[in-house]
């Protein structure tokens, strides 16, 4: 193993968005237990200093690799297509159209059915962005493109989480 290589490259799993989740998280478990510094109790400052570092290198990997927006910005980062977020707010115009109405649905809503409701829709489109991006990153190789998307479902991602604090709120209220 070498501290350089990618993450990918570190867990021996090809450079795609489609994973096998279970499979990562076993190889993230081996790894561990390989690189954990309390196997190296007995040795040296040196040695545990490394398996630290490997240690938190692994659990760094593991962070990207296993969350599938974090894993789709790699991707893009990767193959030269920044996502930028903080500086490219750039969306198509339908998606900001959307992002207004689904705002203007969280403002008014009154009721559970009603957040529920908009929750559901919100978990559909973020499944469809999902969808999206693994076409664009594993079939396409269209890196800006997925880059953009990558964007989009990022807004989708902090929109679900306003809902659910929503959803909170009402019950903690009693509603």
Known sequence: MNLQSNDFELFDIPPRFAQDRAAMEARWKEMQRE??????????????????????????????????LKRAAYLCELNGAPINAENNTAMPGAFLMQQMEWREALDEATTSAELEALQAEVRTARQAALQGIEALLDTAHDFPAAAQQVRTLMFIERFKSDIADRIDAKVDDGQ
Not at 36 to 52: I, L, S
Not at 56 to 66: M, S
């Open 35 to 68: 690189a954990h510094p309390d196997k190296f109790a007995a040795q040296a400052g040196a040695a545990q200093r490394v398996a630290m570092q490997w240690s938190v290198r692994i659990n760094e990997a593991w962070q990207r690799l296993k969350d599938p």
